[in-house]
């Protein structure tokens, strides 16, 4: 998605609208309707969290010896 803002727009909201952000999404900025400036979100964002808990029980099955020292031969 592209978003167009003027500079001013862009001075007063830079960090809300680069935290809004997602991949691929474009800002551009303009001063007196010329492109100024680009800024092309390139970072992924972040999965929500697993809440704690959400892996009980997964495990089924751990070895006998799973805390024993690594023998090398």
Do not use: C, H, N, W
């Not at 003027?6 to 492109?35: H, M, N, W």
Request: hydrophobic content about 45%; glycine content about 6%; cysteine-free.
């Amino acid at each position: 998605m592209t978003t167009t803002l003027t500079i001013e727009e862009a001075t007063a909201r830079l960090p809300e609208l680069i935290e809004g952000l997602v991949s691929g999404d474009e800002l551009v900025i303009a001063k007196d309707q010329q492109v100024i400036a680009k800024i092309i979100s390139e970072v992924p964002r972040q999965a929500a969290r697993a809440k704690p808990g959400f892996g009980k029980d997964s495990i089924v099955y751990i070895a006998p010896d799973f805390d024993a020292p690594i023998q090398f031969s």
